[in-house]
């Protein structure tokens, strides 16, 4: 079982930066990768970045390049995603995902556990 905890949401207005963090506990030493997806009122869940955990590949969602970053320190067990640039559309919950296996890192279906989400809201 892994516990993740997403903290940092918020309320920005555009053009600005917020940071999110994902501590996660239990069972972490057969992580292979963390993502972060968002889920916007009415939408589904989407996929926003994902890192491998030992080599630190990034995957990115076309929507956010350039803008958003996501990165992970091991010895804390914490993923982290840097939003800057923030737009009206990037309002959404904010969620992390641990994933055991390599591949299928774009779906929510390969992924194992997910925390609780945390809420971000970008005015206009």
């Known amino acids: 079982q892994v516990l993740l905890v997403e903290s940092g949401g918020g309320l920005v207005q555009a053009g600005g930066s917020l940071k999110l963090s994902c501590v996660s506990s239990?069972?972490?030493?057969?992580?292979?990768?963390m993502g972060w997806f968002r889920q916007a009122p009415g939408k589904e869940r989407e996929f926003v970045a994902a890192?491998?955990?030992?080599?630190?590949?990034?995957y990115y969602a076309d929507s956010v390049k350039g803008r958003f970053t996501i990165s992970r320190d091991v010895a804390k067990n914490t993923l982290y995603l840097q939003m800057n640039s923030l737009k009206p559309e990037d309002t959404a919950v904010y969620y992390c995902?641990?994933?055991?296996?390599?591949?299928?890192?774009?779906?929510?279906?390969?992924?194992?556990?997910w925390g609780q989400g945390t809420q971000v809201t970008v005015s206009s």
């Open positions: 995902a641990d994933k055991a296996y390599t591949g299928n890192y774009y779906y929510t279906s390969g992924y194992d556990y």
């Open positions: 239990g069972h972490v030493y057969s992580r292979h990768a």
């Open positions: 890192v491998t955990w030992i080599d630190s590949l990034t």
